[in-house]
């Protein structure tokens, strides 16, 4: 019997743009069965290389997103194990329905980072109905009180935090 041909690592293909795109495979998504791909662009064959080698490093390390695990899926599944009192399962009901979903819902949770996070809060903190700054005749901007937005991160962080331990994510960005 011959020897089992291993699959590549990953490639680098040439777009019509003449730019490069390194291809990392990064394993099957348990959720929907389909084949995952980490991608990265570069203008030079140089740079897509060099990415090449950083998303190798990513899928050895595990700090590659599993699956394509949307906020709203992922917060869903928190809710589902979270060890809460009535009151405080209906207050985080109510958070997650009225602030979290609109915006971040459908987002799949392996692009939250950081930095969209602190935007988030510091908008909920100008105006919880998260208006563009200009607001239109009527409406008046009322703040989110910082223990509610303090909220909102912790069930952002366990969410996240759950996804992480049944490997749908590689890292809870916001564990800070």
Not at 14 to 40: C, H, M, N, W
Not at 47 to 57: D, I, K
């Amino acid at each position: 019997m011959p020897p089992r041909r291993r699959r590549p690592r990953g490639h680098i293909r040439t777009l019509p743009s003449g730019s490069f795109q390194a291809i990392v495979y990064t394993g099957t998504d348990p959720l929907t069965g389909k084949e995952r791909y980490l991608r990265e662009t570069a203008t030079t064959c140089d740079g897509a290389e060099r990415a090449l080698t950083r998303l190798q490093s990513q899928v050895d390390e595990g700090r590659h997103p599993k699956t394509a695990i949307t906020v709203r899926q992922t917060l869903a599944q928190w809710l589902d194990v979270a060890d809460l009192e009535d009151t405080t399962r209906e207050r985080y009901d109510d958070l997650i329905r009225l602030y979290i979903l609109p915006p971040l819902g459908n987002m799949l949770a392996s692009k939250l980072d950081a930095e969209l996070l602190e935007r988030f809060y510091a908008r909920l903190h100008r105006c919880r109905e998260l208006c563009s700054g200009r607001p239109s005749a009527g409406h008046v901007c009322r703040p989110l009180s910082t223990s509610t937005t303090r909220k909102i991160h912790y069930v952002i962080r366990g969410a996240l935090e759950r996804a992480v331990r049944w490997q749908h994510l590689g890292v809870n960005k916001a564990a800070c």
